[in-house]
């Protein structure tokens, strides 16, 4: 910008040469953002589907999250359609149901705390997918004003260009007077941008010093490491979750197979596949609904019992809020 300030004016037959060579390479540059643009509106439109498509499948899930929820406070406040089904009864006529029109064989299906759990966790997998596709879209778009502006001017100097190489032979050239604007002007966008970026830094410095002052407070409160009592409390658990397992008669895995998870304290299985390889297990999938009141009845048990022994948040007693108690084998163990 400084050699055109300097530079001084030229006739129109002068710059010609420079001004064909300036016309042909911006032509050329029209061509590559033009295929770039539609690339980066495919791009966008493929995006804006996928998010569409995210947020149809939420809707959804919320639907069946909330059946579910609708279906468990159903089982809460004591329903018993299901029984009458089992028990060949019609719960609409109540009249016998012959054998034809029942399932010849029986389907284990999830329970509905796992079929919530597992809408829930969909919901969550969705969103964040959802953000995702949403974040990438706004980069897009970003590439895409970025490109457009730059076609923009790319198509104005085209214009100064010809406007240039039409004026007369003799006449002063403007086209270097019309370069230092559009340089200037550009300069002046680029000055407000930085000063713009700047103060984002320096908020970003204000957040990176609260978090810098945050993190020894949170490596204080909860670290990943157990104490030797947390240790024992853990293995204690386990092994009174196993013992009631074997009490209540659990037949869905060997109750030494079952184990509890170090990070979120629920039970999980360690079997052996066909293979003889060890694979880690997810219950709720694999246990019968006789089994699912064994291992929940066992679980709690198991807390009381530590609960008893070492020194716990733990209220100290069971409750249960099911309007049939469960018939279990024997609670002292």
Known sequence: ???????????????????????????????????????????MA???SEVHGFQN????????????????????????????????????????LSAELLPVAEVKGMAVEENIRFIRSQIDLYRASSS???????????????IVLELSEKLTR????????????GATARSSIEQLVRLQARLKRFESMRAEADGMIDRFSAIADALDQLRPQLEAVKSDDFSEIDIGKIDYFETRLQERLVNFSFKTFRASEIHISREDFRPFGIIRDKSGEYVSRE?????????????????????????????TNHPGFVVSVTNTPPSLVSLEA
């Open 46 to 48: 493929i995006v804006r």
């Open 158 to 169: 085209i214009r100064q260009l010809g406007e240039a190489l039409r004026r007369p032979s």
């Open 283 to 311: 219950l709720g999938f694999e246990m019968s609904a006789s089994d699912a009141i064994r291992m929940k009845w066992s679980y709690y048990l198991a807390l009381l019992d530590v609960a008893q022994k070492f020194t």
């Open 57 to 96: 499948r939420i809707v959804a899930l919320r639907t069946d999250l909330a059946r579910n929820q609708d279906a468990q406070k159903l089982e809460r406040f004591g329903s018993r359609l299901g029984r009458v089904v089992s028990d060949h009864t019609c719960p609409t006529c109540h009249q016998e």
């Open 132 to 146: 995702a596709s949403e974040a990438e879209s706004n980069n897009l778009r970003l590439m895409y004003d970025s």
């Open 1 to 43: 910008m400084d050699e055109l300030e300097g530079a001084e004016l030229q006739s129109t037959e002068d710059v010609v040469p420079a001004l064909q060579l300036e016309l042909a390479g911006a032509q050329n540059d029209i061509v590559n953002l033009e295929a770039r643009v539609d690339e980066l509106r495919r791009d």
